[in-house]
């Protein structure tokens, strides 16, 4: 069993950053879990992928491109956490931002929330013109 905890929301201007932090907890989390993800949901809409990035081995990081360029994903294994930080936020970035963890494999990239194992409570994200 594990348990994912996002923090680091809020409330931001356009033009201005954030950054987003996950803690897994669980003893055997590292031992199954393939990749870490971020995710957002803005009302009326559906569930998008924003970033993953690989558990283990060699960093693979994969973004949506609305986040190519602004947002960054990153892993610290040793604390069991992943982060998103978020730079040049728009308005249309508002949304709730999920945490989700992985554990299949697949040969493809894990873009999709239905490849997510675990899920976080979610941290909300406003962005104000």
């Known amino acids: 069993q594990v348990q994912l905890v996002e923090s680091g929301g809020g409330l931001v201007q356009a033009g201005g950053s954030l950054r987003l932090s996950c803690a897994a907890v669980?003893?055997?989390?590292?031992?199954?879990?393939?990749?870490m993800g971020w995710f957002r949901q803005a009302p009326g809409k559906e569930r998008e992928f924003v970033a993953a990035?690989?558990?283990?081995?060699?960093?693979?990081?994969y973004y949506a491109a609305p986040a190519k360029g602004r947002f960054t994903i990153s892993r610290d294994n040793a604390k069991n956490m992943v982060y998103l930080q978020m730079n040049s936020l728009k308005p249309e970035d508002t949304a709730v931002y999920y945490c989700?963890?992985?554990?299949?494999?697949?040969?493809?990239?894990?873009?999709?929330?239905?490849?997510?194992?675990?899920w976080g409570q979610g941290t909300q994200v406003t962005v104000s013109s």
């Open positions: 989700a963890a992985r554990s299949r494999t697949s040969g493809t990239p894990p873009l999709s929330p239905a490849e997510y194992d675990y």
């Open positions: 669980g003893r055997t989390f590292s031992s199954y879990v393939t990749a």
């Open positions: 990035i690989s558990w283990s081995g060699v960093t693979v990081s």
